[in-house]
């Protein structure tokens, strides 16, 4: 293992925590609420990935290590259209929408445009593609470190079950979205439905705990059927590529 991998993959992590942990620690210290809260909330995640960006147009004069370029052509036939990732994002419309919100929806969209650039550029357009040539390794690392991020939301008042599913959610959509990267060489994907992920459960209502555990039990079995269907797809081009040989 490379030790400038390791390190290099550490201070990414930290670099997109601490844009995380500053975004929530100024909505508390300043006891910001509503429009406020997420016009700050979203000024700091957009800056951590205009960091990321300006660093690789110094370091590469191009974003195309990141990921930034044209998927390759069929994967969308490959990973079905990426239906099953918008199943899981639509299902949180089964509380239905925020209408009395309706001032937010510009605000919430650019915040969540802001999550799912900065999330995917530091875990798959950063450490994923650092460890590409180990695919298991990139897709392994990235989605755990993924997940384990989601740790921070403890620190935002959510309860440790809670927080723990979470993760466990996260780690297996940071499966798919690893997998997505790495085979269609193009980030853009990953940012878009993540965002769209995000923009919907910003946008719906909770509902109460029944619906709530119903539609998180569907959309992680949705999910994880989708990441067994994309692990077996994998063994079946490396036997593939193999075979080739």
Not at 153 to 181: D, H, K, P, R, S
Not at 188 to 214: Q, S, V, W, Y
Request: proline letters at 2%; aromatic letters at 12%; hydrophobic letters at 55%.
């Amino acid at each position: 293992m490379s030790k400038h991998l390791v390190r290099n993959t550490v201070l990414a992590t930290i670099t997109v925590l601490l844009f995380y942990f500053a975004q929530g620690a100024a909505v508390v210290m300043g006891q910001l609420e509503g429009l406020k809260a997420i016009t700050i909330q979203a000024a700091i995640i957009w800056s951590g990935a205009l960091v990321a960006i300006a660093f690789f147009l110094i370091k590469d004069h191009s974003l195309k290590e990141l990921g930034f370029r044209k998927p390759v052509r069929g994967m969308a036939v490959k990973f079905l259209y990426y239906a099953p990732l918008i199943i899981v994002a639509l299902a949180a419309f089964t509380g239905g929408i925020k209408f009395d919100n309706g001032r937010f929806f510009i605000p919430n969209l650019i915040f969540t445009l802001g999550i799912g650039l900065t999330e995917e550029l530091y875990f798959r357009g950063i450490i994923c593609n650092m460890w590409k040539e180990k695919e298991k390794a990139a897709i392994l690392i990235s989605s755990a470190l993924f997940g384990l991020s989601h740790l921070l939301n403890v620190m935002g008042g959510a309860g440790l079950a809670e927080t723990l599913l979470q993760i466990a959610f996260a780690f297996t959509y940071g499966i798919v979205m690893a997998f997505v990267i790495l085979r269609t060489k193009s980030i853009r994907p990953c940012i878009l439905l993540h965002a769209l992920h995000d923009f919907c459960g910003f946008i719906t209502n909770e509902g109460d705990m029944k619906l709530n555990i119903m539609v998180g039990t569907i959309q992680f079995v949705v999910l994880l059927l989708y990441c067994m269907y994309l692990l077996v797809r994998m063994k079946e081009n490396d036997t593939d590529k193999s075979e080739e040989r």
